[in-house]
């Protein structure tokens, strides 16, 4: 506890700079994926393809796709939110085509036999429906970026990851604990509150959406 009163100003400023990687990287890796899935939802023979080297890319371990990417851009916060992005599109993709193929199709004729344009039928209709599934894939995709950018200061990206290896280098436990704690909270609180909200949409999805 020391140690937190004596840094917090550190503790605080690395924690802002995590949480913003973090965001960073679920907002832009989201307008990457969903036109990605709605086009692979209009052309079902790029599914397996697509989801096969997203899955080929998930597998690369973080701190080799770092490497592989310093030369390319240099270190600092566009590789890590580069990797990170990256990492994330196998979880949205996924989650994002099984959201809305788990739609019945006969809510979706409904919808247009009540003039329903496509863009009013997407808002109104399918993305409530497809959330709760869309919502799964956001959490995992929050806490494993949580994760991987905690490996992201190695390359200067700043976070919570600082905290670890300065304190491993330093062998100092009191960095290492409080890097770990705040991490390890960043990632449980994260996943409760998309957790609740999963639910939530679930029980609107059931119940509350309508044509």
């Known amino acids: 506890m020391d ?39 209009r052309v079902q023979a790029f599914t397996i ?3 096969a080297a997203l899955g080929l890319v998930y597998v690369v371990p973080s ?6 990417l310093v030369p390319l851009v240099g270190v600092g916060i566009t590789p890590a939110l580069i990797a990170l992005i990256a ?5 949205l993709v996924r989650n994002l085509l099984a959201g809305f193929k788990s739609i019945n199709p006969s809510i979706i004729e409904a919808g247009r036999g ?19 599934i869309i919502i799964g894939g956001i959490r995992l ?28 280098y330093q062998n100092n436990p009191a960095k290492i604990i409080w890097g770990a704690l705040l991490v390890s ?10 957790f609740r909200l999963e639910r939530k949409a679930l029980r609107r999805a059931k119940g509350e959406v309508s044509l």
Do not use: C
């Open 114 to 132: 009540m003039g329903l344009g496509s863009l009013r039928l997407f808002w109104r209709i399918e993305l409530p429906l497809a959330l709760p």
């Open 63 to 68: 701190m080799a796709m770092f490497a592989f």
């Open 3 to 41: 140690y937190a009163i004596k840094h917090y100003d550190q503790l605080l400023l690395l924690t802002v700079q995590h949480i913003f990687l973090t965001l960073a990287t679920l907002v832009i890796a989201l307008l990457i994926a969903l036109p990605v899935s709605l086009l692979l939802l």
């Open 87 to 91: 990492y994330s599109q196998l979880f």
């Open 49 to 51: 393809p697509v989801l």
């Open 185 to 194: 909270g960043m990632a449980i609180l994260s996943n409760q509150l998309l």
């Open 141 to 168: 995709t929050i806490t494993t970026t949580i994760g991987i950018a905690t490996i992201a200061s190695w390359i200067n990206a700043g976070g919570l990851g600082v905290l670890l290896f300065d304190g491993l």
